[in-house]
């Protein structure tokens, strides 16, 4: 865990908490470093919209299983 005082160690962390892989880890870490904003945002922005769509999709199947339980239940 990152001291409170140790900003890029935080930045990293949660990079890694969000579930960037090493890879956007490094890219993100190029484009802070350089001051690059906009580029940063765009990266970030892409992997929570990958992300969001995951929730999507697995909340799609929690309804298909909560369908078919409440099916089972009535019989």
Known sequence: MAEASDTWG???QNLIDAGCDQEMV???VILAKAAEKTDLLRLLSKH???LLRAVHEN???IDHLDFLIYQMSKR
């Open 10 to 12: 935080i930045f990293y």
């Open 26 to 28: 490094r890219q993100c």
């Open 48 to 50: 929570r919209s990958i």
């Open 59 to 61: 909340q799609k199947r």
